[in-house]
C-alpha cells in the first residue's frame, strides 16, 4: 500500500454512493440482523476477541544490544519517514514462531525478534490480526499489511514479497504414530497445513504420495494419530508446540527431515525491498547472539532430538548475505533428474537437492526462475538476470565467462547410437560421421579443435539431439550418462544404445556464477564442503539411479577379436568333439558293462566264459555273481561248471556231459546238454547248460555260455504229456461209451417197430430211454469239459420255487433208481425258503451228476436225497443236497483222484460204462462258481455221501397281493426299456418308463407303482443309489413295490445293503420273468385271469 493509502484509515477508496445504495443498505441491516439471530441461537457462544492487539515488548535488561549505528544516514532517513508498519498476524499464529495471548498481546521468537529491531532502528509497528495464516498473507498480497513474520520462501511468494534472510533456523521433522509400523515415503499418506511449503516439497521428492491438507498443525497431529494419515511433515518448534498441548497423543518425531530453505524469513510488500534490506543488516547482526525465547525452545526439545548450529560466518560473508538474502537461479523446462523445472513453478533433480542444501546452511531465499534451454539460462546469467547456475559442466571457454564451485557431481559421458546402426568406441571411430550436440554442449569446443571431421548436428538440447539419432538424421550424440540411460530406458522403439564412454572431458557439474556474483562462489565451497557424506549419499542415490554401462569396444579390436574368438572357437569344437565323443564311448561302455553285471547277477541262471589256454584245455575266466545261491555249491576258479558239479550228477548224464563236450570241442558246434543235478538241501533239480565258441582278439578260442534252471520246464513237459495221455484214454473211452448206448438205443427202437406184446415194447423204450440218457450225460461232460478249459462257464442267477424244483430232481432221481431196482427216498427239512435267487440250471446239473453216479456206483438198495439248509459261520446260511447210496464206496486212493479231470480213464476195472471221466470235476467248478462246495465221504464197500452246498441269497420273499398293479421299467438304454416295457404291457401291466434313477424316482413318489424293473449301471443316478433312495421312502411310510434288477453285472451281494426281490441277468427270457414275477406274488394279469378261468371250469 503507498503512503497515500493511509489517509484512509480503513485502506478503502471512497467513492460516490450509486442510487441504489438505499436499497443496499436496507439489504444490508437484513442480513446483519439475521447473523446476530444465528448467533444468540447458537448452543456454545465465540470466543471472545480482545479489544486490542499489542507487541509484547523485551526486557529493558536484556543482554542483547542492537544499536542504530549498523545503518547509513540514508537508511536512517529512509526508515524516519516511513509510516507505522502493519504486521499481520494469522489466528491462530505459528506457535512458538508467534502467540496471541487472550488480553491481546503478541509474543514468540519472531515477535522477540522484531521487537529488538523496533527498538534499535526505531520502527514503529502495529499488528494487523487476520483470521487465518492465508488472510494474512492475502493481506500483504492487497497492501492492507506491510510485513509478515515467519514466512517461507517460494517462487509464487516472490511475486509481491521481497524475502529478508532466514530469521532463524526452521529445522523440519517427521512426525508418525507412537510405535507405528514404518511406510515407506515414497507411497506414503502425508498431513500437511494448507499453503505450507512442505507440501511442495513432498510433490517433488515422493509423486507417488497422497497429500491431506488441513487447516492447522493440531489437526495435521490428529490426522495422524487417528490413522488419517500416516506421516505429518512440518516446522518442528510448531508440531512440538502443538504436540504439548491436550488432545495431541499418539504421536512421536520420527526423524529430522529438513525442506525448503531451513529457515524462516521475514516478507516485506514488494514496493518495500529498501526495507527488507535494512533489517537484513540486523538480523546478520542478532544471528549470532541466540534470543532467549528461541534458547529455551531449543533447550526444552527432547534428548534424542538435536538441531544442528548454523554455519558460523565471517563478516565478509555476512555483510554478501545481507545485501542478498534471496538468490536468483535458473532451471530448464525438460531437463529431468538434473536441474528441471515445470509448469507450476516446482524446481527438481539433483541440482534442485543441492541447491536446497546451500540455501538451508545460509538462510538465503531462492527464486528459480525457469528458461526452455541451457543457453537461454546461460545468456540470463550474463546479462545478470539470475545470480547462479546450479548445474553446468566446466569448459575453458565457460571459464571466461562465469566462476565455478567446486564439482559436486562427477559422471561419464557415453556415446549414444541407434540400436540397428554401426558400433562406435569412442571420437575417433566418428570421423567422417554426423555427431548431434546441444548447442551448449562443452564438447562442442572439443570435437571443433581435435576432430574437425566429424560433421556437428546442431540440437536444441540433450533430448532432441538423441532424437535425431532415434530418427536417423545423426550417427551418434553424447549425453552424460544419467540423461543417456533415462533416454534409452524411456525410448518406446528400442532405437537407442549406449555404446562407448567418451573420456575427452570429464562431466563434472558445478555451480556457476556470473562476473557480477563470483562472491557468491567462497561460500558455496564452504556449504558443499560441509554436506555430510550421509546427504551426498543420500541425493545421488536418489537421482542418479539409472545405470547402463557401455559395451565393449569391440569394433576397434575387430581384427584381432576375430582371429582371436575364430581359433578360440575352433579349438572348442575340437575339444568339445572329443570329449563328447569320449563321454559317448565312456558312457555306452559303462552302461553295457552294468547292463550285463545286472543282467548276469539278476538272470536265474549261472553265466561262465571259457579260454582255451596253450595246453588245449579249458580254464574258467568268468562266474556270474549269484552262482553259489543257485547251484547251492561253491564253484573253484579255474575248472568248468561241469567239473565243479559232476558229483552231483548222474554217472549216465556225466559220460554225457563229457561226449557231447569233446564233439564240440572238435567241431565248434555249439555244446548243449540237459543234467538231472542234485542241488545240496533241495533234492533233485534239473539243469540245461548251454555254450558258443568265438575268437578273441588275441587268437584264442573262447566259450561263453549259461547254466539254467530247467526243472519246472521239465515237470510242465512230463505234466502235458499225462494229460495228453489221458485225454487220449478218455477220448478212446467216450468214443467207445458212445457207440455203446448209441448202439442200444439203434436196437431199441428197432424193436419197437416189430409187432410184439406191449410188455416188451415197453420194456424196448425204457432201454431207449436210458440209453438216450446215458449219451446226453457223456456229451454233457465233454462240452462241459471243452466250456471249462477255456473259462466259458457262466452262473445266471433268477428267482424260482424251491420246493417243485426239488421235487422235479426227486422225479428223475426216482426214475433211475427204480430202472435199475434201487430204493429212492426224498427227505425235506422242514422251514426251507419258498423262493430262492440262485442259478436252477447249473444246480440241477450238479444235482443229476451226483444223483447219477450215486445209481450207477449202486449195484443193490437205496439211494437217498436230503435238502436242507445249513448255518455258515462266516457265510450266513447255505442250500445242502446230500446225497447217499448203498453202493460198493471208493478206497481212499481213488477218493483223492475222483475231482481231477479224466480221473475216470484211467483203464481200472471199477469205472462203470458210460463214465467220462469229467463229472466230478465240472461239478466242483460249476459249485465253486456259484460259492459253494461239493465234497465225498466214502469207505469202501459202505457206500458213499456227497454233499453239495451252495449259498442262499436273502431275498425279501413273497408277500400278500400288492393294491398298485402299475410296474415301471428304469433303463438307460432305450431299446432294452422299450423292449421291456412292450413284453410286460403284453402281459396285461401298466407300464411305465424312466431312463434313470431321479426320473424313477420322481414317479415312485406319485405313488401306484406295485413293481419296478431297473438296471443297475446307469448315468446319472444308478440303480444302487435309486434301492437305497426306495428305502428311504419306506420309511418315511410309502409302501415299497416289489424290485426286480435285471443287470449284466454279476448279481449284488449282501454287503452292497441292497433290498429287492429278485435278479435276472440279462438277456432276460419272458417266461424266466414271468415265473420269477409269479414266484415273488405279482402274478401278471393273463396268467391270472387263466388261472381263475381254469379254477371256473
Not at 49 to 60: T, V, W
Not at 71 to 86: D, F, G, K, T, V
Request: aromatic content about 6%; proline content about 6%.
Amino acid at each position: 500500500m503507498e503512503d497515500s493509502d493511509r489517509c484512509n484509515p480503513t485502506g478503502l477508496v471512497l467513492r460516490p454512493a450509486p442510487a441504489w445504495a438505499p436499497w443496499r443498505a436496507r439489504l444490508a441491516g437484513l442480513l446483519q440482523a439475521a447473523l446476530v439471530i444465528s448467533m444468540l441461537a447458537a448452543l456454545e457462544p465465540a470466543p471472545a476477541q480482545p479489544a486490542s492487539y499489542h507487541f509484547r515488548l523485551p526486557s529493558l535488561t536484556s543482554p542483547i544490544k542492537l544499536g542504530p549505528q549498523v545503518l547509513s544516514p540514508e537508511e536512517q532517513a529512509y526508515l524516519a519517514a516511513l509510516p507505522e508498519i502493519r504486521v499481520a498476524i494469522g489466528v491462530p499464529p505459528p506457535s512458538p514462531y508467534q502467540t496471541v495471548s487472550s488480553d491481546g498481546e503478541i509474543g514468540g521468537i519472531h515477535s522477540e525478534m522484531l521487537m529488538y529491531l523496533m527498538r534499535a532502528f526505531g520502527l514503529r509497528v502495529k499488528p494487523v490480526v487476520v483470521p487465518s495464516w492465508g488472510a494474512a498473507l492475502d493481506a500483504v498480497r492487497r497492501h492492507e499489511a506491510d510485513l509478515i513474520m515467519t514466512v517461507g520462501v517460494t517462487n509464487e511468494r516472490m511475486s509481491y514479497l521481497e524475502f529478508t534472510l532466514g530469521v532463524t533456523p526452521w529445522p523440519g521433522a517427521l512426525f508418525a504414530r507412537t510405535e507405528g509400523r514404518p511406510v515407506p515415503l515414497e507411497h506414503a499418506r502425508f498431513a500437511i497445513e494448507r499453503d505450507y511449503m512442505a507440501i511442495d516439497f513432498v510433490r517433488r521428492q515422493y509423486p507417488d504420495a497422497s497429500i491431506l491438507t488441513v487447516d492447522n498443525t493440531g489437526d495435521a497431529l490428529a490426522a495422524v494419530a487417528n490413522d488419517k494419515a500416516d506421516y505429518y511433515l512440518g516446522a518442528l518448534f510448531e508440531a512440538v508446540d502443538w504436540w504439548s498441548k491436550p488432545g495431541v497423543q499418539g504421536v512421536e518425531v520420527r526423524q529430522l527431515m529438513n525442506y525448503g530453505t531451513g529457515y524462516y524469513h521475514f516478507g516485506v510488500r514488494k514496493d518495500w525491498a529498501r526495507l527488507a534490506l535494512i533489517l537484513n543488516k540486523g538480523i546478520s547482526a542478532l544471528r549470532d547472539t541466540p534470543l532467549p525465547q528461541w534458547q529455551a525452545k531449543v533447550q526444552s526439545l527432547p534428548a534424542n532430538i538435536k538441531v544442528s548450529a548454523p554455519l558460523p560466518l565471517s563478516p565478509e560473508e555476512q555483510t554478501l548475505l545481507v545485501g542478498h538474502p534471496t538468490w536468483r537461479m535458473g532451471a530448464v523446462r525438460g531437463l529431468t533428474l538434473l536441474n528441471d523445472i515445470n509448469d507450476k513453478g516446482l524446481h527438481s533433480g539433483i541440482a534442485a537437492e543441492y541447491a536446497e542444501q546451500v540455501a538451508r546452511r545460509l538462510g538465503v531465499g531462492l527464486q528459480v526462475l525457469a528458461y526452455d534451454s541451457v543457453g537461454a539460462m546461460l545468456d540470463a546469467l550474463r546479462r545478470g538476470d539470475i545470480d547462479l547456475v546450479p548445474f553446468l559442466t566446466r569448459t575453458p571457454e565457460r571459464e571466461k565467462e562465469f566462476v565455478f564451485s567446486t564439482a559436486y557431481v562427477e559422471m561419464p559421458y557415453l556415446l549414444v547410437s541407434g540400436t540397428d546402426g554401426r558400433y562406435y568406441w569412442d571420437l575417433n571411430s566418428l570421423r567422417g560421421h554426423k555427431l548431434a550436440l546441444a548447442a551448449q554442449h562443452p564438447l562442442r569446443e572439443v570435437v571443433a579443435r581435435k576432430y574437425p571431421d566429424i560433421q556437428i548436428v546442431d540440437a536444441r538440447d540433450g533430448a532432441a539431439a538423441m532424437d535425431a539419432v532415434a530418427r536417423g538424421d545423426a550417427d551418434a550424440a553424447v549425453e552424460i550418462k544419467l540423461f543417456a540411460n533415462l533416454r534409452i530406458n524411456s525410448d518406446p522403439g528400442n532405437r537407442l544404445r549406449a555404446v562407448a564412454a567418451v573420456d575427452a572431458l570429464p562431466a563434472q557439474f558445478h555451480f556457476a556464477a556470473s562476473q557480477q556474483s563470483r562472491a557468491m562462489i567462497p561460500i558455496i565451497n564452504r556449504v558443499l564442503a560441509e554436506i555430510p557424506a550421509a546427504d551426498n549419499e543420500r541425493m545421488l542415490r536418489r537421482w542418479i539411479a539409472v545405470d547402463l554401462d557401455p559395451p565393449f569396444p569391440w569394433r576397434r579390436y575387430l581384427p584381432a577379436v576375430s582371429v582371436g574368438v575364430a581359433a578360440l572357437f575352433g579349438v572348442a569344437l575340437l575339444s568339445l568333439w572329443w570329449m563328447r565323443r569320449l563321454s559317448r564311448e565312456v558312457a555306452q561302455r559303462r552302461v553295457s558293462e552294468e547292463n550285463l553285471e545286472d543282467i548276469g547277477n539278476n538272470l536265474p541262471c549261472v553265466a561262465f566264459r571259457y579260454v582255451v589256454d596253450d595246453t588245449g584245455h579249458l580254464r574258467s575266466t568268468y562266474f556270474s555273481a549269484g552262482s553259489e545261491a543257485f547251484l547251492g555249491v561253491a564253484l573253484q576258479p579255474g575248472k568248468t561248471v561241469l567239473s565243479n558239479l559232476e558229483a552231483y550228477m548222474n554217472p549216465e548224464d556225466v559220460a554225457a556231459a563229457r561226449e557231447a563236450g569233446r564233439r564240440s570241442f572238435r567241431s565248434g558246434e555249439p555244446f548243449s546238454v540237459t543234467y538231472c543235478y542234485l542241488r545240496p538241501g533241495d533234492g533233485r533239480r534239473w539243469m540245461h547248460c548251454q555254450a558258443v565258441r568265438r575268437s578273441a582278439a588275441d587268437g584264442r578260442s573262447t566259450w561263453t555260455g549259461y547254466v539254467v534252471d530247467v526243472t519246472a520246464e521239465r515237470d510242465l513237459q512230463a505234466q502235458l504229456t499225462e494229460e495228453a495221455r489221458k485225454r487220449n484214454l478218455m477220448l478212446a473211452s467216450a468214443s467207445h461209451e458212445l457207440r455203446a448206448p448209441a448202439h442200444t438205443a439203434l436196437l431199441a427202437l428197432q424193436a419197437l417197430q416189430s409187432d410184439g406184446p406191449p410188455e416188451a415194447r415197453a420194456r424196448a423204450l425204457s432201454v431207449a430211454q436210458d440209453a438216450m440218457h446215458t449219451l446226453k450225460q457223456l456229451l454233457g461232460d465233454v462240452l462241459d469239459a471243452a466250456q471249462l478249459n477255456h473259462g466259458e462257464l457262466h452262473i445266471r442267477p433268477r428267482v424260482f420255487a424251491l420246493r417243485p424244483w426239488i421235487d422235479q430232481l426227486a422225479d428223475s432221481a426216482r426214475q433211475w433208481a427204480e430202472r435199475k431196482g434201487l430204493a429212492f427216498e426224498l427227505i425235506v427239512d422242514p422251514g426251507l425258503p419258498k423262493v430262492v435267487m440262485m442259478d436252477p440250471l447249473r444246480m440241477r446239473q450238479v444235482a443229476d451228476n451226483l444223483l447219477s453216479n450215486a445209481v450207477k456206483y449202486t449195484d443193490r438198495g437205496w439211494v437217498r436225497l436230503h435238502v436242507g439248509a445249513v448255518a455258515k459261520p462266516d457265510a450266513g446260511a447255505a442250500l445242502a443236497l446230500m446225497i447217499s447210496d448203498s453202493g460198493r464206496g471208493i478206497t481212499p486212493a481213488q477218493l483223492e483222484k475222483v475231482f481231477t479231470p479224466f480221473a475216470g480213464a484211467d483203464g481200472q476195472a471199477t469205472v462203470p460204462e458210460g463214465s467220462s471221466g469229467l463229472g466230478l470235476s465240472i461239478c466242483r467248478h460249476l459249485s465253486s462258481l456259484m460259492g459253494g462246495s461239493v465234497e465225498l465221504r466214502s469207505e469202501l464197500g459202505q457206500g458213499t455221501m456227497a454233499v453239495f452246498e451252495v449259498p442262499l441269497r436273502s431275498l425279501a420273499g413273497a408277500r400278500a397281493e400288492s393294491v398298485s398293479q402299475g410296474v415301471l421299467v428304469c433303463d438307460d438304454d432305450d431299446v432294452s426299456r422299450l423292449l421291456m416295457a412292450q413284453m410286460l404291457a403284453a402281459q396285461g401291466f401298466v407300464v411305465a418308463e424312466a431312463r434313470d434313477g431321479s426320473e424313477a424316482l420322481v414317479r415312485l413318489r406319485k405313488g401306484g407303482i406295485g413293481l419296478l424293473v431297473t438296471d443297475l449301471r446307469m448315468g446319472g443316478m444308478d440303480g444302487s443309489e435309486l434301492l437305497h433312495a426306495v428305502a428311504k421312502l419306506e420309511e418315511l411310510g410309502q409302501p415299497r413295490p416289489r424290485i426286480v434288477v435285471c443287470s449284466g453285472e454279476g448279481a449284488p451281494t449282501d454287503e452292497d445293503g441292497l433290498v429287492f426281490d429278485a435278479y435276472l441277468g440279462k438277456p432276460v427270457e419272458m417266461d424266466v420273468l414271468l415265473d420269477t414275477l409269479s414266484a415273488i406274488g405279482f402274478e401278471p394279469p393273463l396268467r391270472r385271469r387263466a388261472t381263475v378261468g381254469t379254477a371256473d371250469e
